[in-house]
RNA sequence: GGAGAUGUGGCUGAGUGGCUGAAAGCGGCAGUUUGCUAAAUUGUUGAGGAUCAAAAGUCCUCCACAGGUUCGAAUCCUGUCAUCUCCGCCA
């Protein structure tokens, strides 16, 4: 969320962004004199606050100094006061929602340097990491490698579930298992990070601070009962909400968080895409990184948060290129995102498989998560970032796709074995 | 799921209708004292909002949350949530 302030002060920049974000700026429109009338509101409701606050100390006063026919006149005044107060708290709290929901609504201003650009063309190359490997074989993609190998089952998993839901068996689900295991023994071993565990079901206000409420709804499963709990579409949400409403103290910053999550996305609106394999499933791992910090730190723990999950692809020996997204494809949340995409051979590309966000103060101030500086200052706004590290279904199909042989076996990484029980190659069972 | 108890500031803990945004203690911060540490001592110490160019000041709101009663609520009433104890059930 925006800071009110802000946002009178700078309302031409604020359209400009939203422009740039492909967001309609009509509820802009309506900020000058919605801010006027709320303000305008707040004062007369406060003016009669205190008339009736002073006027009730003095029938207390009359009161004790047994004043009792003049406490009585004056109780009755107070009394006809009471229709107008309450349609002033009313209209207060009108005012009031009608400002929160507008600035909730408006996404995060980019960061200087965010290339400008509607969509993903616009998107800027930092670097490569490897060199995609030469195969003297035709390339076959992870369906037909996981499927041949007996390690991935997707027509039961539409049988018992549905559609983008998938099974990995034997050494396919060890595989994933083992991803697990290894990229959160780097995180917290090698990176600094705690491990954390969290709920998978979330309530609505935590959904809010990490914003995806109230705008993104239906990309969520909801839980059908009068709790209105949804199942995490990723750990940022459970983790990033895990201080909310605190005051943490400027020395404990920053804090560095990592967990391990199943996510669940209902994926509204992109039935077409990806309808093959395990690129889109309704329900993937992931081990997420979350940092809360100082204001001024964010910038470079974004890039420190970056190379640990790049760090996950090189010891895998996987070849990736990061790229920064250009203002309208990044996130509703963010000032500045690197996406993290892994090369797949049966694809010829690079697919998207960490997706890094320093979301500043847009977060924190949603869930109203402050730190103080020493000294009894002002509370201020941590910054907040997130990023996969690594999205784990997608690191199988990398880890199938790359390591693949000529006779549709998988050699798996080195690094990799101890985590896999000591297994070098994954063969078929048949 | 059943029965009961509890929810006050960073912490402990007073407060059962007005002078309580909240005693007292601890902690924090600033000063004084002291050869240093420690101790002592004085002061200070919640958050959000309105007004204001800004600061100061003034005012409003907040004692789990949401409603209600009352001229007036931390205090009375209702609901919700959370915690604790006992029973049941389970992993």
Known sequence: M????????????????????????????????LDAERRRIIGE?????????????????????????????????????????????????????AMRELLAGLPNIPADGVPVGADEAATVDIRKWGE?????????D??????????????????????????LNGAGARLERALVNFMLDVHTTEH?????????LVNRKSLFGTNQLPKFEEDLFHIKDEREFALIPTAEVPVTNYHAEEILEAKDLPKYYTAY?????????????DTRGLIRQ??????????????????EEHEKLTANAERILQLLGLPYRTVVLSTGDMGFGARKTYDIEVWLPSQNTYREIS?????????????????RRAGGAKPEFVHTLNGSGLAVGRTWIAILENYQQADGSIQIPEILQPYMNGLEKIESVK
């Open 2 to 33: 925006l800071d009110l302030n802000f946002v009178r002060e700078n309302l031409e920049t604020v359209k400009k962004v939203l422009e740039n974000r492909n967001f309609p700026t009509e509820s802009l429109e309506k900020f000058a004199e």
């Open 45 to 97: 409701a406060d003016a009669v606050n205190q008339k009736r606050n002073s006027s009730s100390k003095e029938i207390g006063a009359l009161m004790q100094a047994g004043k009792r026919e003049e406490a009585e006149a004056k109780k009755a005044e107070v009394s006809s006061l009471k229709d107008n107060q309450s349609e002033l708290e009313t209209k207060r709290e009108e005012a009031e929602n």
């Open 132 to 140: 995609p490997k030469e195969f003297d074989f035709e390339v076959k």
């Open 142 to 167: 992870h369906v037909d490698l996981g499927e041949s190998l007996g390690i991935l089952d997707q027509e039961r998993a539409v049988k018992i579930t549905g559609s983008r839901f998938a099974i």
């Open 192 to 200: 600094g990070y705690t491990e954390t565990l969290p709920p998978f």
């Open 261 to 273: 999550t199943p996510c669940f996305r209902s994926e509204a609106g992109s039935y077409g895409r």
């Open 282 to 299: 309704h329900q993937f791992e992931k081990v997420e990184l979350v940092k809360l910090t100082l204001p001024e730190n964010s910038d």
């Open 355 to 371: 997706s890094c966000s320093n979301c500043g103060d847009f977060q924190a101030r949603r869930m109203n998560l402050r730190f």
